[in-house]
């Protein structure tokens, strides 16, 4: 059996899928590169086709009162087929150019399924 051919992102610590794709927005066997960014977060829904919404989670330093505040962003990321999650999972995900309206990243691989 021979291995799933996946180009090298450039990210370390992301394994590739050990599924093959056709998709051309896909980083691993598409033409998409990933610069920029690299976040992690939970994903909050996978409701839209071949697109999940991140909930990235950071702290926030207010000079005001000397003290952080945790606060959260929503993120549309494009998913593609290779990649399997679901609601709840947190997932590694890359900037990239502009692949929708709202769609600026990718999902690179998943670090812990969700409950």
Request: aromatic residues 6%; hydrophobic residues 35%; glycine residues 8%.
């Amino acid at each position: 059996m021979s291995a799933v051919q996946a180009r090298d992102v450039g990210i370390r610590g992301v394994e590739p899928p050990s599924e093959t794709c056709n998709d051309p927005k896909c980083p691993w066997h598409g033409h998409l590169k990933v610069r920029g960014v690299i976040l992690t977060g939970v994903v909050k829904s996978a409701k839209m086709q071949k697109t999940v919404v991140v909930r990235h989670d950071y702290l926030y330093y207010d000079p005001k009162y000397k003290r952080y505040e945790r606060r959260h962003k929503h993120i549309h990321a494009h998913l593609p087929p290779c990649i399997k999650v679901r609601e709840g999972d947190v997932v590694v995900i890359g900037e990239t150019r502009p692949l929708a309206k709202s769609v600026s990243f990718v999902v690179l691989g998943v670090v812990k399924r969700g409950g």
